[in-house]
């Protein structure tokens, strides 16, 4: 039967490549990569060679070669894997060498898949394991979906594939996402997503690559303004363009980046960058109208200041010289200064409909000005960075910057360096001029540790001695320097849990732990619903209605995923409605799923795989089940859905503890854990 299937396979890829014969189920890219296999690689489609992997001292090399890449892909796949749902699939990056960067699936899957050659340092090019999603994607440049028997060599065929290229700013392929499948289907759903995704990254890179330039977005639509359509400009502050991305080339009619690098700003559009950053300041950084020069296309757009904070553009509208401004251009007073401003705007104010989240935010503020250090704690996605960075635009060091490092997303031979900086020629690839590290850009403002359960024991010795001293010594320095930081720590795993099992330094601990401040999930917030609201109206830039039957379903669903989980919902959701009303059939994944299921079936459905509870509304809940449930979902939270480590934690055995989460209705299939070089 076997050798059947293998004849079968070959004979298919003969007939094409060699005999030119055109199958009708055969896309024409598949058969040309086929054709490619044999003619220019050379290989056996029954080969059962894996492919190569990179040694350990060079996926080091790679992962710090690749860093930014790798970091701002991470927060972006996580999402895709949450939004996709399924267990039976892992998102994936590949570099332009097809070398797998970095990974999220479910442990289950990924040790089936390390069994095919598929983990992270392997090579997937086509030329080392032919026609695959990566490897073809990266030779075609475009977006494919290779199903099943497509792939080249017969070990694959139970594999489908979706890849999109991501590119920089010049449109030069710099990565491959995809998303491989042990399922056979392919929704179509999916492949939006997936491409959704690859453009939040390159924007993402876009902004980080470019620090010390305005980003500019504009849109024929305001609605389409932050949204993953809009067209985004890197402007420097004397106009000069310096990336763009593809929306924004399309929308402005360039065929290429070097085309439009040679117009300055106010060339392509009737005003300069700084009135426009005047504008969109008065505007609270809603879109605003501007024209295309030589032209009538109207567009709306908002500058911003850049993502490192310092520029003279903004000094030249303080209010100190606002003379020469026309009338309605003036800069805001003080109060809303233009570096506090674009701090605030660029992350959502936090809603304090919550009476529990008040209290916890006044509690903040109280200490935060007497410089008592914070430890907070939420489940992930809950809001920490966005609550600390609230802190600290009302706290007295407001006008100081706000530096946040998630220790949990940096790898553990990155962290060093990242917060404690380095003298040049420090070590072997460090950046020739040296880096100031985070703990000294916080200076004279806030420093954020997220996940600082996460950081590992030996640096949790130096953060310490800096605690102390108020003295950072940068790698490979002699000297140190002084600091003077605001420090808010964060976690979603306990810390004194950490410290009792040895991973955490109670000294450490202490130090941090000025005062503890918790941060309710979603699913116990009482301001659920204005949350929705105005969430959906950020990420729609217009007017839109939630039918009733979703919203219950946003009201019902747990949220393992917090606020970040519903953004990403509601974002979905706003782009796949065509109107302006959100119904049933555009709800993502697991929502949809969730809808799906009959009211009767306690049973969580097939397929749904995020962690959920369905509980019928008018149902009595039994508060002792109630509690028992979220102490398992905090558990599962705290373990990365590690079912042996919950286990263990509780006592009882993984049989006892399945029965448990079936009860609950519970479900684990999504769970998936990431991993990167
Ligand atoms: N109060 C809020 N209103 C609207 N959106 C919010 C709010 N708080 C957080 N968000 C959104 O939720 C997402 C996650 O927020 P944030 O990064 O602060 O969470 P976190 O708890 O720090 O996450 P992690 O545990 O992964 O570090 C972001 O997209 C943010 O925009």
């Not at 964060?490 to 109670?506: C, I, M, P, Y």
């Amino acid at each position: 039967m076997y050798s059947l299937e293998v004849n079968n396979h070959i004979e298919r890829i003969n007939q094409i490549v060699h005999h030119g014969v055109m199958v009708p189920d055969i896309d024409p890219a598949v058969a040309s990569s086929w054709g490619r296999c044999v003619n220019d690689y050379g290989l056996d489609p029954e080969s059962s060679r894996l492919p190569p992997v990179l040694t350990h001292a060079e996926r080091i090399a790679r992962s710090e070669q690749k860093r930014v890449l790798i970091t701002e892909a991470k927060h972006e796949m996580n999402i895709l894997y949450q939004q996709l749902a399924d267990p039976e699939l892992a998102v994936v990056l590949v570099d332009t060498d097809g070398c797998i960067l970095h990974m999220v699936a479910a442990d289950h899957l990924e040790n089936d898949l390390s069994g095919l050659g598929l983990r992270l340092g392997a090579i997937w090019s086509e030329e080392e394991v032919g026609t695959n999603g990566m490897g073809t994607c990266l030779v075609v440049g475009e977006p494919i979906a290779i199903r099943q028997t497509d792939h080249f060599l017969f070990k694959h065929i139970l594999l489908t594939c979706s890849a999109v290229p991501v590119m920089d700013h010049t449109g030069k392929t710099i990565a491959v996402l995809d998303v491989t499948s042990r399922s056979s289907l392919l929704q179509q759903h999916s492949l939006v997503l997936i491409g959704m995704t690859a453009r939040m990254i390159e924007n993402r890179l876009l902004t980080v690559n470019c620090k010390h330039a305005h980003p500019v977005h504009f849109h024929s639509r305001p609605e389409s303004i932050n949204t993953v359509h809009d067209g985004k400009l890197m402007v420097e502050e004397d106009g000069t363009i310096v990336a763009a991305n593809q929306s924004a080339l399309f929308q402005l009619g360039f065929p290429s980046m070097q085309e439009l690098r040679r117009y300055r700003f106010d060339e392509i559009f009737q005003l300069t960058l700084e009135s426009l950053l005047q504008r969109s300041m008065q505007s609270s950084f809603h879109p605003v109208p501007i024209y295309r020069a030589g032209a009538s296309s109207r567009f709306f757009a908002v500058a911003q200041l850049p993502p490192a904070g310092s520029t003279t553009l903004t000094f030249h509208t303080a209010p100190s010289k606002p003379a020469s401004l026309p009338a309605q251009e003036k800069a805001p007073e003080s109060a809303n200064s233009p570096a506090r401003t674009s701090r605030q705007g660029s992350t959502p104010c936090v809603e304090l409909g919550d009476r529990f989240l008040r209290e916890q935010f006044e509690l903040a503020q109280r200490v935060v000005s007497k410089g008592v250090p914070i430890l907070l704690y939420g489940e992930t996605g809950s809001g920490k960075e966005v609550l600390s960075r609230a802190v600290h635009d009302r706290s007295p060091r407001r006008d100081g910057p706000f530096v946040a490092v998630n220790c949990a997303s940096l790898p553990e031979s990155l962290i060093e360096s990242e917060l404690f900086g380095y003298r040049a020629g420090a070590f072997t690839g460090a950046q020739r001029q040296g880096r100031s590290g985070k703990i000294l850009q916080a200076h004279g403002g806030t420093l954020l540790l997220d996940e600082i359960g996460d950081m590992p024991l030996a640096l949790q010795a130096r953060l310490l001695r800096v605690l102390d001293e108020r003295k950072v010594t940068p790698l490979g320095a002699d000297a140190s320097v002084d600091v003077d930081i605001q420090l808010i720590s964060a976690s979603h795993r306990n810390l004194t849990d950490l410290v009792a099992r040895g991973e955490f330094r109670e000294d450490l601990y202490y130090r941090l732990n000025g005062v503890e401040i918790r941060l309710p999930p979603l699913r116990d917030r009482q301001d659920k619903h204005q949350l929705i609201e105005a969430i959906l109206q950020e990420e729609a830039g217009k007017p839109m209605e939630l039918s009733e039957q979703v919203l219950k379903v946003l009201m019902q669903y747990v949220w393992p995923g917090n606020l970040r989980q519903m953004r990403h919902a509601l974002r979905t959701m706003a782009v796949l409605a065509d109107g302006t009303t959100i119904g049933l059939e555009h709800l993502p994944g697991p929502l949809a799923d969730l809808h799906a299921q009959p009211a009767a079936n306690s049973t969580a459905p097939a397929g749904l795989t995020d962690c959920m509870t369905m509980e019928d509304e008018h149902e009595p809940v039994n508060p002792l089940q109630e509690s028992e449930r979220i102490t398992l979902i905090q558990l599962l939270e705290t373990h990365r859905w590690n079912i042996s480590d919950v286990a263990r934690t509780l006592g009882v055995s993984r049989n006892t503890l399945y029965r448990k989460l079936h009860r609950h209705n519970i479900t684990l299939s999504t769970q998936g854990s990431a991993t990167s070089m």
